[in-house]
């Protein structure tokens, strides 16, 4: 089993950034693909950015060019820088992790707030 706990939601401004972090326990080697996806009120949880032990990393195209994701293999954590924010950003954004060799997320974390106020 592995544990993901994120930290770093809040509330800012447009145009404002944030850093969410997410740490994550437990069977660490046993994940490979290590991600942020993000739930609005009413809408599904859509892809926000995922990254690889590799450092490859996605992107959904709503935030491409504004969010960038990092990865400490040695730390088992990652980080999301997320600048020029807007309204639209305000979601639960939750850590995930995909078992080595799985395509969609094995584990999640319980999430954290993010709000950006116009």
Sequence with gaps: QVQLVESGGGLVQAGGSLRL?????GDILSINV???????PGKQREL?????RSGNADY??????????SRDNAKATIDLQMVSLKPEDTAVYYCSGNRIGHWVP??????TQVNVSS
Excluded: E, L, N, P
Excluded at 34 to 40: C, D, E, F, T, V
Excluded at 60 to 69: E, L, Y
Excluded at 106 to 111: A, E, I, K, L, Q
């Design 21 to 25: 972090s997410c740490a994550a326990s």
């Design 34 to 40: 290590m991600g942020w996806y993000r739930q609005a």
């Design 48 to 52: 926000v950015a995922t990254i690889a």
């Design 60 to 69: 959904g195209d709503t935030v491409k060019g504004r969010f960038t994701i």
């Design 106 to 111: 094995t584990y999640w974390g319980h999430g």
